[in-house]
Protein backbone atom coordinates (compact mmCIF):
# COMPACT_ATOMS: atom_id res chain seq x y z
CA UNK A 1 0.00 0.00 0.00
CA UNK A 2 0.99 3.49 -0.61
CA UNK A 3 1.91 5.94 2.11
CA UNK A 4 3.47 9.45 2.70
CA UNK A 5 4.63 10.80 5.82
CA UNK A 6 5.10 14.73 6.53
CA UNK A 7 7.16 14.39 9.70
CA UNK A 8 6.84 18.22 10.89
CA UNK A 9 2.99 19.67 11.42
CA UNK A 10 4.42 22.65 11.29
CA UNK A 11 7.43 24.83 10.03
CA UNK A 12 8.32 28.27 11.21
CA UNK A 13 10.44 30.29 8.92
CA UNK A 14 11.49 34.14 8.69
CA UNK A 15 11.23 35.97 5.85
CA UNK A 16 13.94 35.85 3.08
CA UNK A 17 15.20 32.84 4.18
CA UNK A 18 14.79 29.66 2.92
CA UNK A 19 12.65 27.04 3.42
CA UNK A 20 11.85 23.43 3.28
CA UNK A 21 8.71 21.24 3.80
CA UNK A 22 9.73 17.21 4.34
CA UNK A 23 7.85 14.54 2.58
CA UNK A 24 8.91 10.91 2.68
CA UNK A 25 7.27 8.21 0.44
CA UNK A 26 6.78 4.46 0.19
CA UNK A 27 5.34 2.81 -2.91
CA UNK A 28 5.66 -0.72 -4.57
CA UNK A 29 6.95 1.06 -7.77
CA UNK A 30 8.08 4.05 -9.48
CA UNK A 31 6.25 6.83 -7.34
CA UNK A 32 4.39 9.66 -9.05
CA UNK A 33 4.76 12.31 -6.28
CA UNK A 34 2.84 15.72 -6.20
CA UNK A 35 2.91 18.85 -3.98
CA UNK A 36 -0.29 20.88 -3.13
CA UNK A 37 -1.35 24.23 -0.57
CA UNK A 38 -4.15 25.42 1.15
CA UNK A 39 -5.33 27.84 2.46
CA UNK A 40 -7.67 29.07 5.11
CA UNK A 41 -10.66 28.06 4.08
CA UNK A 42 -10.01 26.92 0.58
CA UNK A 43 -9.39 24.39 -1.73
CA UNK A 44 -6.05 22.67 -2.36
CA UNK A 45 -3.92 24.26 -5.28
CA UNK A 46 -1.88 22.14 -7.24
CA UNK A 47 2.06 23.13 -7.21
CA UNK A 48 3.78 20.91 -8.80
CA UNK A 49 4.48 17.29 -9.55
CA UNK A 50 7.22 14.71 -10.23
CA UNK A 51 6.64 11.96 -12.82
CA UNK A 52 9.89 11.01 -14.36
CA UNK A 53 12.64 12.91 -15.84
CA UNK A 54 15.09 15.40 -13.97
CA UNK A 55 15.09 14.92 -9.90
CA UNK A 56 14.66 19.01 -9.54
CA UNK A 57 11.27 19.82 -10.24
CA UNK A 58 9.66 23.87 -10.22
CA UNK A 59 6.68 24.45 -10.03
CA UNK A 60 3.75 27.64 -9.25
CA UNK A 61 5.12 30.64 -6.56
CA UNK A 62 9.06 30.37 -7.21
CA UNK A 63 8.84 26.55 -5.09
CA UNK A 64 10.84 23.62 -5.90
CA UNK A 65 11.18 20.29 -5.40
CA UNK A 66 13.69 17.67 -5.08
CA UNK A 67 13.08 13.66 -5.73
CA UNK A 68 15.35 11.37 -3.48
CA UNK A 69 14.74 8.01 -5.07
CA UNK A 70 17.70 6.18 -2.52
CA UNK A 71 15.53 8.01 0.57
CA UNK A 72 12.43 8.25 -1.04
CA UNK A 73 11.33 12.03 -0.19
CA UNK A 74 10.27 14.91 -1.98
CA UNK A 75 10.90 17.79 -0.46
CA UNK A 76 9.37 20.76 -0.94
CA UNK A 77 11.94 24.23 -0.93
CA UNK A 78 11.86 27.80 -1.59
CA UNK A 79 14.93 30.05 -1.37
CA UNK A 80 13.43 33.17 0.16
CA UNK A 81 9.99 32.60 1.88
CA UNK A 82 7.16 35.03 1.59
CA UNK A 83 4.88 35.76 4.92
CA UNK A 84 2.16 35.05 2.38
CA UNK A 85 3.55 31.44 1.61
CA UNK A 86 2.23 30.81 5.35
CA UNK A 87 -0.86 27.89 4.23
CA UNK A 88 -0.86 24.08 5.17
CA UNK A 89 0.74 21.91 2.68
CA UNK A 90 -0.18 18.71 1.56
CA UNK A 91 2.84 16.02 -0.18
CA UNK A 92 0.56 13.44 -2.14
CA UNK A 93 2.07 10.02 -3.68
CA UNK A 94 0.26 8.27 -6.42
CA UNK A 95 1.28 3.97 -6.82
CA UNK A 96 1.41 3.97 -10.87
CA UNK A 97 0.08 -0.05 -10.03
CA UNK A 98 -2.88 1.65 -7.43
CA UNK A 99 -5.19 3.42 -10.34
CA UNK A 100 -5.60 6.95 -9.98
CA UNK A 101 -5.79 7.02 -5.90
CA UNK A 102 -4.14 9.64 -4.41
CA UNK A 103 -2.64 9.56 -1.45
CA UNK A 104 -2.07 12.24 0.76
CA UNK A 105 0.47 13.17 3.81
CA UNK A 106 -0.97 14.91 6.59
CA UNK A 107 0.00 18.46 6.31
CA UNK A 108 2.35 20.84 7.37
CA UNK A 109 1.29 24.13 7.97
CA UNK A 110 4.04 26.62 7.35
CA UNK A 111 4.28 30.06 8.81
CA UNK A 112 6.59 33.05 7.70
CA UNK A 113 7.29 35.45 10.30
CA UNK A 114 8.57 39.67 9.12
CA UNK B 1 -14.86 31.22 -14.52
CA UNK B 2 -14.77 28.89 -11.54
CA UNK B 3 -13.33 25.44 -12.58
CA UNK B 4 -15.05 23.21 -10.02
CA UNK B 5 -17.71 24.28 -7.95
CA UNK B 6 -19.61 23.09 -5.20
CA UNK B 7 -22.69 23.89 -3.10
CA UNK B 8 -23.44 24.28 -1.06
CA UNK B 9 -20.63 26.15 0.49
CA UNK B 10 -22.11 25.58 4.33
CA UNK B 11 -24.31 22.90 5.36
CA UNK B 12 -25.59 22.77 9.12
CA UNK B 13 -28.24 19.84 10.19
CA UNK B 14 -29.08 17.88 12.40
CA UNK B 15 -28.49 13.92 13.05
CA UNK B 16 -30.53 11.45 11.10
CA UNK B 17 -31.14 13.73 8.24
CA UNK B 18 -30.53 13.11 4.39
CA UNK B 19 -28.71 15.66 2.37
CA UNK B 20 -26.87 16.41 -1.30
CA UNK B 21 -24.01 17.87 -1.90
CA UNK B 22 -23.07 19.24 -5.70
CA UNK B 23 -20.27 19.46 -7.59
CA UNK B 24 -19.66 20.72 -11.13
CA UNK B 25 -16.55 21.16 -13.50
CA UNK B 26 -16.28 22.93 -16.69
CA UNK B 27 -12.56 21.64 -17.27
CA UNK B 28 -13.62 19.26 -19.31
CA UNK B 29 -11.98 16.47 -17.15
CA UNK B 30 -12.73 12.89 -17.53
CA UNK B 31 -12.34 12.13 -13.49
CA UNK B 32 -13.91 13.18 -10.46
CA UNK B 33 -13.22 12.62 -6.82
CA UNK B 34 -14.67 13.75 -3.66
CA UNK B 35 -12.57 13.90 -0.61
CA UNK B 36 -13.10 13.81 2.89
CA UNK B 37 -10.75 16.37 5.30
CA UNK B 38 -11.41 16.37 8.96
CA UNK B 39 -11.28 18.19 11.96
CA UNK B 40 -7.65 17.66 11.82
CA UNK B 41 -7.01 18.40 8.62
CA UNK B 42 -6.65 14.90 7.28
CA UNK B 43 -7.49 14.06 3.45
CA UNK B 44 -8.70 10.95 2.59
CA UNK B 45 -10.58 10.05 -0.76
CA UNK B 46 -13.82 8.69 -0.63
CA UNK B 47 -14.90 8.02 -4.15
CA UNK B 48 -13.78 8.60 -7.79
CA UNK B 49 -15.62 8.23 -11.53
CA UNK B 50 -14.75 8.24 -14.65
CA UNK B 51 -16.83 9.32 -17.25
CA UNK B 52 -19.93 8.04 -14.66
CA UNK B 53 -18.45 5.01 -14.02
CA UNK B 54 -17.56 4.16 -10.33
CA UNK B 55 -13.44 3.59 -10.18
CA UNK B 56 -12.36 4.28 -6.48
CA UNK B 57 -14.69 3.33 -3.70
CA UNK B 58 -13.04 3.29 -0.28
CA UNK B 59 -14.06 1.92 2.85
CA UNK B 60 -17.18 4.59 3.33
CA UNK B 61 -20.24 3.49 5.62
CA UNK B 62 -22.89 2.83 2.48
CA UNK B 63 -24.72 6.09 4.14
CA UNK B 64 -22.79 7.73 1.26
CA UNK B 65 -23.71 7.25 -2.27
CA UNK B 66 -22.36 9.43 -4.88
CA UNK B 67 -24.23 9.70 -8.69
CA UNK B 68 -22.40 11.25 -11.39
CA UNK B 69 -25.46 11.86 -13.86
CA UNK B 70 -22.98 13.14 -16.69
CA UNK B 71 -18.90 13.33 -16.42
CA UNK B 72 -19.26 17.03 -15.65
CA UNK B 73 -21.21 16.46 -12.54
CA UNK B 74 -20.34 14.71 -9.41
CA UNK B 75 -23.07 14.21 -6.35
CA UNK B 76 -22.59 13.23 -2.59
CA UNK B 77 -25.86 12.45 -1.08
CA UNK B 78 -25.58 11.27 2.56
CA UNK B 79 -28.35 9.46 4.20
CA UNK B 80 -29.03 9.56 8.12
CA UNK B 81 -26.07 11.94 9.29
CA UNK B 82 -23.79 11.17 12.20
CA UNK B 83 -22.33 13.67 13.94
CA UNK B 84 -18.81 11.70 12.77
CA UNK B 85 -20.12 12.94 9.33
CA UNK B 86 -18.82 16.46 10.42
CA UNK B 87 -16.29 17.61 7.89
CA UNK B 88 -14.84 19.50 4.75
CA UNK B 89 -15.96 17.56 1.80
CA UNK B 90 -13.96 18.52 -1.33
CA UNK B 91 -14.79 17.99 -4.90
CA UNK B 92 -11.87 17.45 -6.82
CA UNK B 93 -11.46 16.27 -11.09
CA UNK B 94 -8.38 15.22 -13.17
CA UNK B 95 -7.77 14.47 -16.96
CA UNK B 96 -6.86 10.89 -16.17
CA UNK B 97 -6.58 8.95 -19.68
CA UNK B 98 -5.09 10.20 -23.04
CA UNK B 99 -4.35 9.11 -26.09
CA UNK B 100 -2.01 5.74 -25.19
CA UNK B 101 -2.95 5.42 -21.61
CA UNK B 102 -3.48 7.13 -18.11
CA UNK B 103 -1.94 11.14 -18.20
CA UNK B 104 -0.78 11.76 -14.14
CA UNK B 105 -2.57 14.73 -14.01
CA UNK B 106 -2.79 16.86 -11.42
CA UNK B 107 -6.44 17.29 -9.74
CA UNK B 108 -7.92 20.09 -9.77
CA UNK B 109 -10.09 21.29 -6.21
CA UNK B 110 -12.80 22.67 -5.34
CA UNK B 111 -13.69 25.51 -2.18
CA UNK B 112 -15.12 22.54 -0.02
CA UNK B 113 -18.47 22.50 1.82
CA UNK B 114 -18.13 22.37 5.75
CA UNK B 115 -20.95 19.74 6.58
CA UNK B 116 -21.48 20.42 10.58
CA UNK B 117 -24.25 17.68 12.05
CA UNK B 118 -25.71 18.60 15.31
Known amino acids: AQSVAQPEDQVNVAEGNPLTVKCTYS??????LFWYVQYPNRGLQFLLK??????LVKGSYGFEAEFNKSQTSFHLKKPSALVSDSALYFCAVRDPGGGNKLTFGTGTQLKVEL | DTAVSQTPKYLVTQMGNDKSIKCEQNLGHDTMYWYKQDSKKFLKIMFS???????INETVPNRFSPKSPDKAHLNLHINSLELGDSAVYFCASSQEFIAGGSSYNEQFFGPGTRLTVL
Open chain 2, 49 to 55: YNNKELI
Open chain 1, 50 to 55: YITGDN
Open chain 1, 27 to 32: VSGNPY
